[in-house]
């Protein structure tokens, strides 16, 4: 059988033309083929080493320096953020622990802190007892008048004074009754004084008398801060009336202080019970007012009687430290 193709007449245009039919390529024996594969862009570029300058960087590992530090910033932070919830969970689940411990640690502290500044006060108090306690020395110069063997002989001389319109107190020491018709606070002041009695014809002599005891005496241990701020007041008449006298003035400043004094001791001693204390503090009162009337007005009478108040004053005082309440 003829498997070659059968021949095919095609008129075209009246013109008769031969046509042989070509195998198809299927129908084609096999044939060995090479084809020839050029490179890409792509590839070269992969596999082509650039050329660089000796000193210049590659840029590969500058890319590759970030993503490292990139990576250990993330896991630093995810570290952190792990840790973080890590003692917030721990701490959620030991809350209820430390809220009832705290209470107590609180107590504690409260407790220390409320403790010392008790201490301090009662120190503080125990100090201030002390220094009140211990009374300051009180100098005087008094213008004594006769010295008697009895407190009868004494109680009549004074009766004598007083009805020549004399100042007189009688205090009695080592067993004899001295008779004082006057007191001012320095040696200028006494020997004034003196000369005034002498020109009265009274034979009188200056002496200055120390009151040496500074503790108060157990049965005004009550009163100990009153009694020595009331001395304190009585030792400042004391030497305003000295200075009045001698001078004939005081400052408004030092009158202002020893009057404002004065006043807070009268009302602090309305609560007073001990006879003598109450006294004492009468007699401070009485010659802060008198002091005021003989600045303003120098009148003979009136520093006559201010005399008086403080010689008063001044045996009250020396019977207080004695402990004796009348």
Same mark, same amino acid.
């Given at each position: 059988?003829?498997?070659?193709s059968?021949?095919i007449l095609?008129?075209?245009?009246g013109t008769?033309t031969?046509?042989?039919?070509?195998?198809t390529?299927? @129908?084609a024996?096999?044939? !060995?083929?090479?084809?020839?594969? *050029?490179?890409?862009?792509?590839i070269? /570029?992969h596999?082509?080493?650039p050329f660089?300058a000796?000193?210049?960087?590659?840029?590969e590992?500058?890319?590759?320096?970030?993503?490292?530090?990139?990576?250990?910033?993330?896991?630093?932070t995810a570290?952190?953020l792990?840790?973080?919830f890590?003692?917030?969970?721990l701490?959620? *689940?030991d809350g209820?622990?430390?809220?009832k411990?705290m209470p107590a640690?609180?107590?504690v502290t409260s407790?220390?802190?409320?403790?010392?500044?008790a201490?301090? /006060?009662?120190?503080?108090?125990?100090?201030q007892?002390q220094?009140?306690?211990?009374?300051?020395?009180?100098?005087v &110069?008094? =213008?004594?008048?006769n010295v008697?063997s009895?407190?009868?002989?004494g109680?009549?001389?004074?009766d004598?004074?007083k009805?020549?319109?004399m100042?007189g107190?009688?205090?009695n020491? @080592?067993g004899k009754?001295?008779?004082? =018709?006057?007191?001012?606070?320095?040696?200028?002041?006494?020997k004034?004084l003196?000369?005034s009695?002498k020109?009265?014809?009274f034979a009188?002599l200056?002496?200055?008398r120390?009151?040496?005891?500074?503790?108060?005496?157990?049965?005004f241990?009550?009163?100990?801060g009153? =009694?020595g701020?009331? !001395?304190?007041?009585?030792?400042?008449l004391?030497?305003?009336?000295?200075?009045? &006298?001698?001078?004939g003035k005081?400052s408004?400043e030092?009158?202002?202080?020893?009057d404002k004094?004065?006043?807070?001791?009268?009302?602090?001693?309305?609560s007073v019970?001990?006879?003598?204390?109450?006294?004492?503090?009468?007699?401070?009162s009485?010659?802060?007012?008198?002091?005021q !009337?003989y600045?303003e007005t120098?009148?003979?009478?009136?520093?006559?009687?201010?005399? /008086?108040?403080?010689l008063?004053?001044l045996v009250?005082?020396?019977?207080?430290l004695?402990g004796? @309440?009348?």
């Amino acid at each position: 059988m003829d498997k070659r193709s059968p021949k095919i007449l095609i008129k075209v245009n009246g013109t008769e033309t031969n046509y042989k039919e070509e195998p198809t390529k299927q @129908d084609a024996p096999p044939q !060995e083929e090479f084809q020839w594969m *050029l490179p890409s862009e792509q590839i070269l /570029q992969h596999n082509v080493v650039p050329f660089r300058a000796g000193n210049e960087l590659s840029v590969e590992p500058k890319k590759r320096k970030g993503r490292r530090k990139q990576m250990i910033l993330t896991v630093g932070t995810a570290v952190l953020l792990g840790t973080g919830f890590g003692f917030g969970v721990l701490h959620v *689940l030991d809350g209820t622990k430390e809220e009832k411990s705290m209470p107590a640690a609180a107590s504690v502290t409260s407790t220390t802190t409320t403790t010392a500044p008790a201490e301090k /006060q009662t120190k503080s108090s125990e100090q201030q007892t002390q220094q009140s306690a211990a009374l300051e020395e009180l100098a005087v &110069y008094v =213008i004594q008048g006769n010295v008697f063997s009895t407190a009868e002989r004494g109680q009549a001389a004074l009766d004598d004074m007083k009805e020549k319109g004399m100042p007189g107190a009688l205090i009695n020491s @080592d067993g004899k009754t001295f008779l004082f =018709i006057g007191i001012a606070n320095d040696e200028k002041g006494a020997k004034k004084l003196t000369a005034s009695y002498k020109a009265k014809g009274f034979a009188v002599l200056e002496k200055r008398r120390v009151f040496t005891d500074k503790q108060v005496p157990a049965a005004f241990k009550k009163y100990e801060g009153l =009694i020595g701020k009331t !001395e304190k007041s009585l030792r400042t008449l004391i030497e305003q009336t000295s200075t009045v &006298y001698t001078a004939g003035k005081i400052s408004n400043e030092q009158w202002s202080e020893l009057d404002k004094s004065v006043k807070e001791l009268t009302k602090e001693g309305k609560s007073v019970e001990k006879a003598e204390v109450k006294k004492l503090l009468t007699y401070v009162s009485l010659s802060c007012d008198a002091l005021q !009337e003989y600045k303003e007005t120098k009148d003979e009478k009136t520093f006559v009687k201010l005399q /008086q108040l403080l010689l008063d004053g001044l045996v009250s005082y020396e019977t207080v430290l004695t402990g004796k @309440d009348s």
